[in-house]
């Protein structure tokens, strides 16, 4: 029997694992996930199709679904909130909204231990409320407070560190361009997911300030605490600061209140900021540089949302995902404990690969496995394993997942945001900043174990909507 005949009469199931190895190995050479996941998506289906009515006729088919799925799946109304939460955050950089609010943040609680390090986790995680961007939040902060963090005496592993780990914050603290992706691949309401975020996302800042703060006071020479500011001056600053405000309020608002959807809210957020950076007198090169950026990581998510959503299509065909199911349900183990080794396992993908193609890559199978440990899609909070209804597992999960994802910007090899530091600072080498990471990555890790324990963290806010 040739090669070829023995590949044409393996099962759907083997080909799904075949593939998806082969996809594997194409991420681990270098290839972007985007490229990887389409052309092995493409691949698969050839070979399922062809199994079943021959090559020719295989490839026709799976050419014709190549062709539809871009534009069927990025035409949905959910991704248009990604441009638009994008500009929110270029536009407030380029109209030095981003700056104010630093400013304001280093008057009101610079004068705690490692106050400039507090200042730039509670500024980062107000800019994150606009950006929904963890690497622009640490590009952008890099900038900002990394230079006056050096210049007041803070050595500079920790400098770039606080940066990058901030940065993250904007994984969960609405508008969050990750947890829509995660809506969509679900197919759960984006609203709900986007205010589950929200607690989350602060206990998350108030984690790393605290965490600041304890480290100023048992290290020597940390930083100086920065004082020396009226009460007058603090309220003066506030102005500068006022319209990220206005948009966290307005998307709340807008969500959280049934007022609009949350496309509307992020649109309006755009108009807000826009007429705000126009009457701080905007020129027409910044305007056009914000948009350029927004193009470009926009055609970048998306890109990738093309590219891995005709590897979940095979995955379809070729059944993996309910076979995963089975087979995680059937393990003579508690599901919480298999519910931290998928985690664990997601900390180890996350060191090579990026936050968006491992979740794109993951979760139609790892998804519907969760959900079958909970006690499947009806269960009550009072049956299930988790202590969660079905829906709410799907959001706890959610939050759950993207926070390991973030997590993982921090972590080595890869470890986004560290790179990013890095290269808007270039006297902060790479080893630097994964240096300054570290009780961060402690941090997060304590964070994300508390998110497990305590899913009400989580399910507040959706429980209030009715959804949880």
Same mark, same amino acid.
């Given at each position: ?25 194409? #991420? ?13 998506? @493409? ?11 021959? %090559? ?51 008057? &009101? ?8 390090? #507090? ?15 963890? $690497? ?9 407070? +990394? ?15 606080? $940066? ?16 829509? *992706?995660?809506?969509? *691949? ?39 605490? #920065?004082?020396?500011?009226? &009460? ?66 926009? +055609? ?95 959001? &706890? ?21 560290? %790179? ?31 998110? #497990? ?13 009715? @959804?949880?």
């Amino acid at each position: 029997m040739s090669i070829l005949d023995s590949m044409a009469q393996m099962d759907s199931i083997s080909i799904g694992l075949w593939v998806t190895g082969f996809m594997l190995l194409m #991420v681990l050479i270098g290839m972007r996930v985007a490229f990887a996941a389409a052309i092995a998506g @493409f691949v698969g289906l050839v070979w399922i199709f062809s199994a079943r009515m021959g %090559f020719e006729r295989g490839v026709v088919v799976a050419m014709k679904m190549a062709g539809t799925i871009p534009h069927s799946k990025v035409s949905t109304l959910a991704l248009s909130l990604i441009p638009t939460f994008i500009l929110i955050g270029f536009l407030a950089f380029h109209a030095g909204l981003t700056r104010s609010l630093f400013e304001a943040a280093k008057r &009101w609680v610079g004068w705690l231990p490692g106050g400039m390090g #507090v200042a730039t986790v509670f500024s980062a995680a107000g800019f994150a409320a606009v950006s929904g961007a963890s $690497v622009a939040t640490s590009a952008v902060f890099a900038r900002i407070a +990394v230079p006056e963090m050096l210049n007041l005496g803070y050595d500079k592993r920790f400098a770039a560190g606080v $940066v990058a780990a901030s940065g993250t914050l904007a994984s969960l603290i609405p508008p969050s361009a990750i947890l829509v *992706i995660y809506a969509i *691949i679900v197919e759960q309401d984006v609203g709900a997911l986007l205010m589950a975020g929200f607690i989350p996302g602060v206990f998350s800042a108030l984690v790393y300030g605290g965490l600041v703060i304890v480290m100023a006071k048992t290290r020597k020479n940390f930083g100086p605490a #920065v004082r020396g500011y009226s &009460w007058k001056q603090r309220f003066e600053s506030l102005p500068g600061s006022l319209p990220i405000f206005l948009v966290v309020g307005i998307i709340v608002v807008c969500i959280y209140g049934g007022v609009g959807t949350p496309t509307e809210a992020g649109s309006l957020g755009a108009f807000v900021i826009l007429c705000m950076a126009l009457y701080k007198g905007m020129k027409l090169q910044e305007l056009k540089g914000a948009l350029i950026e927004t193009a470009k990581l926009t +055609v970048m998510i998306f890109t990738i949302i093309w590219g891995v959503l005709l590897y979940v299509r095979f995955l379809g065909f070729a059944d993996l995902p309910s076979a995963f199911s089975d087979w995680i349900t059937g393990l003579e183990q508690s599901p919480m404990l298999t519910l931290v080794l998928i985690l664990l396992a997601y900390a180890v993908l996350g060191m090579f690969m990026d936050a968006i193609g491992m979740l794109l890559l993951t979760l139609p199978v790892v998804f519907p496995a969760v959900i079958a440990l909970n006690g499947g899609e009806a269960v009550t909070a009072a049956d299930s394993a988790f202590g969660v209804s079905a829906v709410g597992c799907a959001i &706890w999960f959610g939050i759950i997942v993207v926070k390991m994802a973030e997590f993982c910007l921090i972590t080595p090899p890869i470890g986004l945001n560290c %790179f990013v530091v890095a290269g808007v600072r270039p006297e902060c080498s790479v080893q630097d900043v994964f240096r300054g990471v570290i009780p961060f990555f402690i941090a997060d890790a304590l964070t994300i174990a508390a998110l #497990v324990a305590m899913p009400g963290i989580v399910l507040w806010l959706p429980g209030k909507m009715g @959804f949880a």
